[in-house]
């Protein structure tokens, strides 16, 4: 029993790194066999991911509005998500004849990679992260930033009056909604004082920062919400591809399996999303602790960090998918309005409230 | 051969590749996309030194920002899906002279400099010492080029308002009651021309 506990993520690695070194013996080459695993096993974490999300949104979009959602294919209908990407897989990828053929193929190529890229720093239970660098929350803001790159390409290279349109919109959104979210994020790494993930876990051992940290951290955890829900394009923020007005936006002209990487970049950047949020504001994969109570944080310590994680995760997500079914979608003005006028003076207020705090130590 | 020394070829690579068909590509919004690949190529260059605040830096401000700002000019820019005009003979050949010499001059000044390792041990690159630095006041610290540079955005940021900013006239100011004649219209004319000033 007690060499169960004792195996973590980490010794699970150092086993594997031990092992090869001893059967290799060669430095550069065990480096690139645990590089081509870390990808394959978060590949292996993704594909399923993404599927589940996927069939989460139309569960939780049939609750919202009171009805079954897919109870088909499979118990519970939850092998409906597979029949559609084999539907996906075996469709034709068609390319539109006047449209930049090398940057239309490029374009969903970059979209996933940028998302994938986020996904190293976090930490998904205690000692299970890919890189633990010092700048981690600068690192998933600056890299997740590539994606809207993937996004205007896809609308330019369509030839597509609609697709550029959405990408437009799209681009205008994610740049503006940045802001927010950089603000936000600021406001906890001020109080932690450091940028690395697995510091701004550790810092929660006493409690989650949305509790330690009073009414400022409450007011950043809900502008970070809203501002990332606009930056992953999610209903309410989805006028990039509004489908009464411009049919898809940006992906209009895509179809099948560059189709689906757009869908599979769109869930991942929201489990990625759920996921800091998570690690920010609700202590990531760190038990839920309160203060000095040494026995109901021994309680607490029972359940594996990887379920505090993805609980946490899972509950932010159900958050958000709930948005796409509660507020009607905003015009580009109100869009626009939302962030210049309300959310990033808000929030620049409160980083300054959240300094002033961290300085003379209000917060727990 | 050693992994770094192959992982540094393949980002000069990169780099190098990416800046040649940003230059050569005709349709501009490739060239701005090429453009991204040296960046990130440059980017990629940091992360290799272990500099990781520096290469998220570059991310933020050169991908995230200048790319961005790229596109958005091309997007908004008439006739700019076309391919552009192929250069005259005479234009290509003095570039490509000037761009020989610029790399030959570059190589040969590198190659004639010998470099020596500084004396002083290194700092770690961390954001914690990066922080400190830029806002001591001691020596070597860069608090005065830092506030300068503050001021600077906020003179640009604050130019940007003034040029984009809208003030809103109300519409008898610029239609006054027309019940009379002559002088009427002429302070009509001045009225809408002060209030295109104030516009612009």
């Known amino acids: 029993m007690n060499l169960l506990l004792n195996i973590s993520f980490s010794s699970l690695a150092r086993w594997i790194d031990l092992s090869l070194t001893n059967l290799l013996n060669n430095y550069m080459l065990v480096k690139a066999i645990e590089m081509v695993i870390a990808g394959l096993s978060l590949l292996v974490f993704l594909v399923p991911l993404c599927f589940f999300l996927g069939y989460m949104e139309r569960k939780v979009a049939a609750f919202m509005q009171i009805r079954l959602g897919p109870n088909r294919v499979g118990p519970k209908g939850s092998l409906q998500i597979v029949a559609d990407t084999v539907k996906l897989l075996l469709k034709e990828g068609l390319t539109p004849n006047a449209s930049d053929k090398f940057l239309f193929n490029l374009a969903p190529v970059i979209v996933v990679i940028a998302c994938m890229l986020v996904m190293a720093p976090i930490a998904f239970a205690k000692d299970f992260q890919l890189w633990d660098l010092s700048i981690g929350v600068l690192y998933i803001s600056s890299v997740s930033s590539i994606g809207v790159i993937g996004i205007l390409m896809a609308g330019w290279s369509s030839y597509n009056k609609y697709s550029l349109l959405g990408a437009m919109r799209s681009g205008a959104q994610i740049v503006s909604y940045e802001l927010s979210v950089g603000l936000s994020i600021i406001s906890i790494v001020v109080l932690t004082g450091s940028m690395r993930m697995s510091d701004i876990v550790l810092s929660q051992e006493n409690g989650w920062w949305i509790f330690k940290g009073h009414i400022p951290v409450l007011i950043s955890f809900i502008i970070f919400i809203i501002a990332s829900t606009a930056e992953i394009n999610r209903a309410p923020f989805d006028l990039a591809e509004a489908e009464q007005e411009l049919t898809a936006g940006f992906h209009t002209e895509y179809s099948g399996m560059k189709f689906a990487m757009f869908l599979l970049a769109e869930y991942i950047n929201l489990f990625v999303v759920s996921a800091i949020a998570a690690t920010l504001f609700l202590g990531g994969w760190m038990p839920f602790h309160i203060g000095h109570w040494e026995a109901f944080n021994h309680v607490m310590d029972f359940l594996p960090s990887s379920i505090w994680f993805l609980g946490k995760t899972f509950a932010i997500i159900f958050i958000i998918m709930q948005f796409r079914w509660t507020f009607p979608r905003l015009r580009v003005d109100q869009l626009l309005n939302l962030e210049w006028k309300y959310l990033l003076p808000i929030s620049m207020v409160n980083v300054l409230l959240v300094t002033i705090m961290a300085i003379m130590g209000w917060h727990f | ?200």
């Open chain 2, 1 to 200: 051969m050693n992994a770094s020394t192959i992982i540094f070829y393949i980002l000069a690579a990169t780099i190098i590749s990416g800046a040649l068909l940003a230059v050569t590509s005709r349709k501009i919004f490739r060239s701005a996309v090429f453009l991204l690949f040296s960046l990130i190529g440059i980017a990629g260059l940091y992360f290799f030194i272990d500099y990781e605040f520096i290469a998220a830096v570059q991310i933020i401000v050169y991908v995230g920002g200048i790319i961005v700002l790229i596109i958005f000019s091309v997007f908004l820019t008439h006739g700019s899906g076309e391919d552009m005009k192929r250069p005259t003979i005479g234009r290509a050949a003095f570039a490509a002279l000037a761009a020989i010499f610029g790399g030959v001059l570059t190589m040969f000044l590198i190659s004639q400099h010998t470099f020596f390792p500084s004396g002083k041990t290194g700092i770690e690159p961390s954001p914690e010492n990066i922080g400190s630095q830029m806002l001591s006041t001691t020596e070597h610290g860069y608090i005065l080029p830092f506030e300068v540079v503050s001021m600077l955005l906020l003179a640009a940021m604050i130019g940007c308002i003034v040029i984009a900013i809208k003030i809103k006239v109300p519409p008898h100011k610029i239609l006054p009651e027309t019940d009379e004649d002559g002088i009427e219209i002429f302070d009509q004319k001045q009225t809408t021309l002060e209030n295109k000033q104030i516009q612009l």
